[in-house]
């Protein structure tokens, strides 16, 4: 089958499926397809991958809605792939924009002590690790699934991430390390808040914080010192509704030196502190 009629017919037959969804399946499935210039390229081509193997993945994704990272066990971050499983927070594109801003920023720096709070899947601190080679970097989290696969995903591009199993709001008062670039990306959402069936399918603990969805925010911004170097920067991935809330947290720990940054919809989703 040529790879335009796979498209062509794949959003046909499932008008629930959207073409990002179907473009990440090819991109798993595909040996040579990659990304959405080599998709053009190839369009006209013979398909390289099991056809059979596409439909069952789209069929599990529509039917029981599961996200599609979790059935290929994979996600793509700044051009690598990298392993997932359940019970670890799927990496949004939102925030590989924001690290692809960090590496431009801080491209000609080196030898910097850089700190990713609330690693996750590694997806901030491993690319920051591959990019900043003479930097030491450093991914805090709290549960087990998440550091196994950061780790998992450290050693398959054989990178010296140094991941630390703590739970912030402890961590935070006792430890003595202080960091030139912090990086975050917390839970952030209220836990009033009404999310997909799909995104709930996450890990609970990766979505949901108290106060409001401000809890981390208030507990590191009331501790930057401990962590951050003068002339450090911290940086957080925010929620979209979260600026002006935020802009008290940073009033109330007198720190004044900050700006905010959109993401690529265009929302405030990234605040820098420097101290
Ligand atoms: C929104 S996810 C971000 C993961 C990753 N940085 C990313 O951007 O894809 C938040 C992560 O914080 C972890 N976490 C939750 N509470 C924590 C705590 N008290 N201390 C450290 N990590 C925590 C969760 O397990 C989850 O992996």
Redesign the pocket.
Known sequence: MILKEFVDDSLKNNPELSKANLLKIIFFLSKEIKSNELLHLNINKEIDFDLKKANKIINKFLNKKIPLEYITKSFNFYNNEYYITKN?????DE?EFLVSNIIKKYKDVSNLKVL??????G??SNTLQMHFKDSMVYG????KT?LKIANMNKNKYSLNTIFIK????KWIKTNNMKFDLIVC???YISKDYKLDKIVLKE?K???FADNDGLLFYEIILSNIKNILELNGTLIF?IGFDQKDRLINILKENKLTNYNFEKDQYGLDRNLYIKL
């Open positions: 670890v927070f799927i990496p949004r925030t990713d709070i609330c690693s996750g899947s997806c901030i805090l989290e709290k549960n998440p703590a739970n912030i709001f990306n917390p839970p890990p603990a990766a979505l991935e």
